[in-house]
């Protein structure tokens, strides 16, 4: 039996569709693959599976995503009809608003898709979105990692967690919490548009004005531009990215 507890999580759930239908495993090779075959079946726009364990848990780039078993959130969750333009971004300013309701540590938002909590600020979240080709392109599913519990992070891994800043939260409380600022985010991407919600997460990006590389390309970080892609003032001046792999550039 899974320790996530359904009724107190369902007892707090603000969100109108997301959440609502649930289902919460002990174990999963993956919650990204159990979510898929709830959507090729014909799961309903935000349903959500939850499991205190992976075995199997992907992020992005076909990265391993590890996570002690009844310690943290591992979930994904049905998408209908929303696309994938901007949404990495927005469920990034979801997750940031939701860690600073539980902590006084300040949420940033790593391009693309990870937010990182503290200062130094360190990994405490990450996002997947994956669309398949199910006859209906604006169907997706998302996944993310949410580090709540306390940990023993292996050597060369820049992670923290809720408790250790400080919150007492369990699971259920910052699950429910986010889905109502994930909710909130998906609608402003729909309502406003791609550009509203960019200018929000630029003002949480991490490492601006830092020197950093991605993908071969080292630069200051600018910000981004209003479709979401990375600015960097390069040696040969502006660049913009669409994807890759931000990192910091060593220091002389």
Same mark, same amino acid.
């Given at each position: 039996m899974s320790s996530f507890d359904a009724s107190r999580f369902r007892q707090q759930l603000a969100a109108e569709a997301l959440g609502r239908d649930l289902a919460v495993h002990q174990q999963l090779p993956s919650t990204m693959d159990a979510a898929h075959d709830a959507l090729a079946r014909g799961a309903p726009h935000g349903h959500l599976v939850i499991a205190d364990a992976q075995t199997q848990g992907r992020g992005r780039r076909g990265r391993r =995503?590890?996570?002690a078993p009844g310690r943290h959130l591992t979930f994904s969750v049905?998408?209908?009809?929303?696309?994938? /333009?901007?949404?990495?971004?927005?469920?990034?300013?979801?997750?940031? &608003?939701?860690?600073? &309701?539980?902590v006084r540590a300040?949420? *940033?938002? *790593? =391009?693309?898709?990870? !937010? =990182?909590l503290g200062t130094p600020a360190r990994k405490a979240a990450g996002i997947l979105v994956e669309a398949r080709s199910t006859g209906r392109p604006r169907d997706v599913v998302m996944g993310l990692g949410v580090n709540v519990g306390y940990e023993r992070w292996p050597e060369g891994i820049e @992670?923290?967690?809720?408790?250790e800043h400080g919150a007492t939260a369990r &699971? /259920?409380?910052?699950?429910?919490?986010?889905?109502?600022?994930? /909710?909130?985010s998906l609608g402003a991407l729909r309502e406003?548009? !791609?550009? @509203?919600? !960019?200018r929000q997460v630029d003002q949480r990006l991490l490492w601006r004005g830092a020197v950093v590389s991605c993908d071969g390309v080292t630069g200051r970080l600018v910000g981004l531009d209003p479709s979401g892609a990375l600015v960097l003032t390069a040696r040969d001046g502006p660049r913009r990215l669409r994807a890759g792999i931000l990192r910091l550039a060593p220091s002389d």
């Amino acid at each position: 039996m899974s320790s996530f507890d359904a009724s107190r999580f369902r007892q707090q759930l603000a969100a109108e569709a997301l959440g609502r239908d649930l289902a919460v495993h002990q174990q999963l090779p993956s919650t990204m693959d159990a979510a898929h075959d709830a959507l090729a079946r014909g799961a309903p726009h935000g349903h959500l599976v939850i499991a205190d364990a992976q075995t199997q848990g992907r992020g992005r780039r076909g990265r391993r =995503w590890c996570a002690a078993p009844g310690r943290h959130l591992t979930f994904s969750v049905v998408l209908r009809d929303v696309g994938v /333009e901007g949404l990495t971004l927005a469920a990034g300013l979801a997750v940031a &608003r939701t860690l600073e &309701r539980f902590v006084r540590a300040p949420a *940033k938002i *790593k =391009w693309p898709n990870d !937010v =990182w909590l503290g200062t130094p600020a360190r990994k405490a979240a990450g996002i997947l979105v994956e669309a398949r080709s199910t006859g209906r392109p604006r169907d997706v599913v998302m996944g993310l990692g949410v580090n709540v519990g306390y940990e023993r992070w292996p050597e060369g891994i820049e @992670a923290t967690s809720l408790h250790e800043h400080g919150a007492t939260a369990r &699971r /259920e409380d910052v699950l429910a919490a986010l889905l109502g600022e994930l /909710e909130e985010s998906l609608g402003a991407l729909r309502e406003d548009g !791609v550009p @509203a919600v !960019v200018r929000q997460v630029d003002q949480r990006l991490l490492w601006r004005g830092a020197v950093v590389s991605c993908d071969g390309v080292t630069g200051r970080l600018v910000g981004l531009d209003p479709s979401g892609a990375l600015v960097l003032t390069a040696r040969d001046g502006p660049r913009r990215l669409r994807a890759g792999i931000l990192r910091l550039a060593p220091s002389d």
